[in-house]
């Protein structure tokens, strides 16, 4: 199986800030490559989608880039509804479709 | 908007149904997704049906115990928990994925239901 691992597990941000979340997969995903947000108590929403691809109603401010097995979610200028738990998912064929660990964005 | 229902508490070795209701759309040109998420923890793929042909996907932990089907009107989708352990407890979310198959991102979430086997 390919294992996604996310990285850091927690930061700690003040609003304003440029965080990135990076997602490294054990093999070659292509573009394969989706992230969610999550906030407590409340189901995921995907974010980005083929890597870098911006989900209908997100805003601009969220950005993800790279292909092969390196990748990356960035939010340029942190607002206070960005405070969330934001997972990575490897979507190409042969399950299990595997979840990052996921990175709690904290405030500072 | 979909709409998970059928959770609760079950003893280890019980069984457990989870229906997965579409409101204002079928399942027919969606694949459905099962997803957990243990208290405090992340997200494990579960289970996948695509639209297409109705074909089945499932995660080597729960493989040979859970079901996943739907109805002929292909409004609800089913998981069919069986054999459940401690390590099954979790939320559940049925979500569905950006076209007939299943491997495509998870666009649209149910709110979850809870799953908890203890005795």
């Known amino acids: 199986d390919i294992q996604m691992t996310q990285s850091p597990s927690f930061l700690s941000a003040s609003v304003g800030d440029r965080i990135t979340i990076t997602c490294r997969a054990s093999?070659?995903?292509?573009?394969?490559i989706a992230w969610y947000q999550q906030k407590p108590g409340k189901p995921p929403r995907l974010l980005i989608y083929?890597?870098?691809t911006l989900e209908s109603g997100v805003p601009s401010r969220f950005s993800g880039s790279g292909s092969g097995t390196d990748f990356a979610l960035t939010i340029t200028g942190l607002q206070p509804e960005d405070f969330a738990t934001y997972f990575c998912?490897?979507?190409?064929?042969?399950?299990?479709?595997?979840f990052g660990g996921g990175t709690k964005v904290e405030i500072k | 908007q979909l709409v998970e229902f059928g959770g609760g508490m079950v003893q280890p070795g019980g069984s457990l149904r989870l229906s997965c209701t579409a409101s204002?759309?079928?399942?027919?040109?969606?694949?459905v997704t099962w997803v957990r998420q243990a208290p405090g923890m992340g997200l494990e793929w579960v289970s996948a049906?695509?639209?297409?042909?109705?074909?089945?996907y499932y995660a080597d932990s729960v493989k040979g115990r859970f079901t996943i089907s739907r109805d002929s009107s292909k409004t609800t989708v089913y998981l069919q928990m069986n054999s459940l352990r401690a390590d099954d407890t979790a939320v559940y979310y049925c979500?569905?994925?950006?076209?007939?198959?299943?491997?495509?991102?998870?666009?649209?979430w149910g709110q979850g239901t809870l799953v908890t086997v203890s005795s």
């Open positions: 979500a569905t994925c950006r076209g007939r198959y299943y491997d495509l991102p998870l666009d649209s």
């Open positions: 083929a890597a870098s």
């Open positions: 093999q070659d995903i292509r573009s394969y």
């Open positions: 998912q490897k979507y190409n064929s042969a399950p299990p479709l595997t």
């Open positions: 204002g759309f079928t399942f027919n040109t969606n694949a």
């Open positions: 049906l695509t639209a297409r042909d109705g074909s089945t």
